[in-house]
């Protein structure tokens, strides 16, 4: 941490920081230049707020030296984390497709549905249970009936279910049903929720908040590690920006860069990044070209009447098509769907 | 609802459109101009999702006519809501000054602010016993011990409290100790939440997502007020933009656009509109100019050793500049503090 | 300027660094944490881009310690800058008032405008006679006939003249015209532009660029300071973000930053800021109680037939009200208008 | 064009509004929901400003159906424009690679720099001699020294050569030296600039503003296009967000959408739209991945020694890396570099 001290603060005001450097445990480091005085903290900063210094009289401001996180820091852990579900291993070099409807609707539906996606290549099946709607007006997902649907699918057609929890008294119920928990974009600081996954064993796939940086993408994971849970995947899903043509901004730049900063894996989410599915293809393609370790796509036999996210969902046909390009893209960059 | 046809959409497109607008129930309204066929579709949209027809074929988009929201419109409710709060009257002519520390620390820190602040003028005292922070390594707050301490102050200087329910499983525990339940930024959209707020009685203050529109700030307050719940107030509390010098942006122009959408009162929160203790008055003096009912300050007696929020905390003697300076803003605009 | 080494920087990386901070006539001052080494360079970082550094092998990051500017920064002027125009005084006691239409569209609607806005308290007149126009199917304004009708309307109203000039080879033109020359907000970093106003004698009014920090409005100050202009007075005019709901969001934390800051005099644009007639009028009280020297603002005695920005222009009556509700907010902070 | 009416408007608005409508010359389409009175407007609506209508009494909001821009939209140029430079092809099977320095600072390093791109597969050379910077104590370019270098380059390397121009009195002085003239992002906005390159015949490669929508791209497009220039290209370099880690957010969804709307080449900038010459690869893979038709990256010979964007420039090596991923991705999806 460095403490940038303001143009005219006073001999005392220096002391007094200092003082406050040495009451807390650390080291200082003074530096007195032609127009600032700056004064370095020497130890682990993490647990400090910068802003119990900013507060001191004559504090211009504090500049964080180290990245908050740990764990997750791939200075801590130099090698990927290679996550092993149900046979299936995530962040190897394997690209891992995880496909399905936004909601579980009915039994038929996503029965129809994950037949589509596992023909078409899909490793993962997703779906919804409880839904996140921004409108009380709006379908909320079927609750546990569709846990119980999903589980039925993945005895059905041998795939490992990945869906979305809202709340933290929920994880042991849906943790029955599922194989991989998911964090969604909402409740990516909801941290009761982050709390409670860091205490189960299961895989968690944490979605990127529409209104967060990369770093407190990283902060959220390290609640997780925390608390005893290590197989997190992160997931980039798009933010909002002023742009309002597409519904939301995927980040391409955060693939590349989640993956010099953690060993954790991270997936793509095409469908969220973009909204339309028109978009949901070529931006699959760009995510693994840029180095993702694989894709959650939504997939509906009849968009058109989809409860939810109808107009980012790819009917099964266009499904294949991605499935096909992103075999050859990842072929191109050296790995394999 | 506007459907915006493809300039090259068939007639048997446009047909189908038609056809699944009846199928839902509503009435078409069919214009066909030189460039583009629009259809309107008649009735309540509000139940439907403009996805449900984005993703027909031939249609280039959907725009919305009506507000999302309904209980929460002035259409439908055109007086102002005034909320009363053990003898306090939060909406009418009286601006109110909330003011606390960020966290309760202890019973000699939080007695001190208190008495402080009520010394001052402020009518509600604030404070967190619960706190969600980025860091899983930061203080998490006192929690139950914490709602005792604010109990504690609230009998000693009869001063309502205001205090920050995290989950859903908490909101009966902090309703026994709260006047006023206080959903954060980062909560906004935690459904389980407002679902929950809506079966209390209590006053909940909603406090507007670092990256929400006011249109999802008014869905948020449907929620809660489509369960049962009347007793909402909005809190504008900055905004996330790419502007850095301060934590947050204040949104001054939400204030008057509330006041015209919602009959629902408006708070503002200049200490995390703003992040920086120097623009704390500034910006309170310009709510309340720009129509605020009231304004929500962080007061800490030393805020260097805060332990949370430090940096956008006022020292007592600030505080009581500041409610000088609201009052004479307040008389300036015809209302009193 | 600190620069961060990375975790694994070798010894002789961190040789490197410190040599080439030796090769551009710097001092070092190396600091060895338990993690990173950090490196200070001592002495005027003005001229240097951080990226000068951040290319070097094993450097993580380098920080900024001062401000990148200086004619325009308090720290090397404490007092206020005074600008003297025709007798008014931007920036010292007194509140000032702009108004006037978007465009000059012509003589007669000038003239009524012109007359309406002195009569209800305005001291300067603006409007505009070269347009920037995201369109290249709308009106693009009089020009040197729009400059015309300008001088006459101060002739005859005997108000200074505020008016866009957006190139430099226009910049002597429009002088000869103007009073005060405008930067639009879309030419902010129009480098050419700023240079030329630099050399000029002329007070310059810098429109804020919708998506620039306050630093890089800051920054084009100093362009024009550096080149020899000292009459410069700032104005924050609202930024994009992603809240779609008011045309831009008015930044009224920029206000009280901007006079922590800087000395030079800074104008509300709540007009452009909000971009809806009916959030006009708070919004400029809102200013005028955050501490903002004079406001801008459109005026339209029929607004539904503006050629440009009708949505944001007040009719005379409604501008009258503006002025009146500034006055008092203006003597609740100590000022006058 | 939709005008909604406000839930209360009176029928004297609506007629007003309507006589409005006719008085443009304009035919009605009145449609009476529940809540809401909507009225069509029937015509070609680009060259009005949907503010016309918004200002008139008990109108809510005004909804634009067309996108404003027609000579860039595919609607009316529906196959792809491919544009010949020199004996190249932008726009076709083909993917160009477009490389060299951000700044031209001597012969030597120009010559050295024009070698190595062209030796790793570089097909036009880039390099800046008119420099727009942030600070006025910045390195400003060579001017016309750097033009006179440029062209000797590209008659030693035969290279057509692409080069910034930043004001309109610069276009044919510039069009003299370089084959390709680029509009920066900072000038995506200066309406005279654009208006002059709409009249030359010299293809133009045009920087999405880092504050700009695809919408208000294509319109500074539509500038150039509708006063007589059809060789435009445009380039998205990214966008302006919160997320501060990178310098830029590469808005990769544009790719796709761009390539949708319009039938002008797409080019990609993964310098600017990373920040960071780590991200540079994997982003320039994503964008061919998306569908891009071409790139342009920043190569130097010594980056550390750039007297400009130095952190997010390759060496020669890197570079060369680049152009064989490059070319892999571009087979997969069925084109060639």
Redesign the interface.
Known sequence: M?I?MK??ATKQEIDEVVA?IHALGFKD?L?S????T?I?V???E??I????F???DGVERV?R??H?FKLASR?FHPEDSVIKINGISVGGNQVIVMAGPCSVESREQLMETAAAVKEAGATVLRGGAFK???????FQGLGLKGLELLREAHDTYRMPIVTEV????DVSLVAQYADILQVGA??M????LLHALGETQKPVLLKRG??S????LL?AA??IL??GNQRVMLCERG????????RN?????????LK?LTHLPVIADPSH??G????VT??A???????ADGIIVEVHCN????L??????LKPAKFAELVN?IR??A???GRMV
Chains 1, 2, 3, 4 share one sequence.
Request: proline share 7%; hydrophobic share 35%; no cysteine.
């Open positions: 460095v940038v143009h005219n406050e480091h530096s230049g032609e127009e600032r700056i370095g020497i130890g682990d993490r647990p707020d910068p802003e119990h900013e507060i001191l500049v030296i180290l908050p200075d996140p709607r921004t409108s009380p007006y709006a809202m709340a933290s008294q909402r409740n600081q909801n941290f009761s529409l209104m940086t990369v770093e407190e902060m390290e609640y925390s608390h933010i909002r920006t002023f742009e309002t043509a597409t901004t995927f980040d391409i730049n955060a693939i590349p860069l010099q990044g973009t339309k599915w028109e978009l070529p931006v393609r760009a995510a693994i070209a840029a180095g968009p058109a009447h989809a939810s996210d109808g107009a980012q969902s390009d050859r893209i072929q191109a960059v």
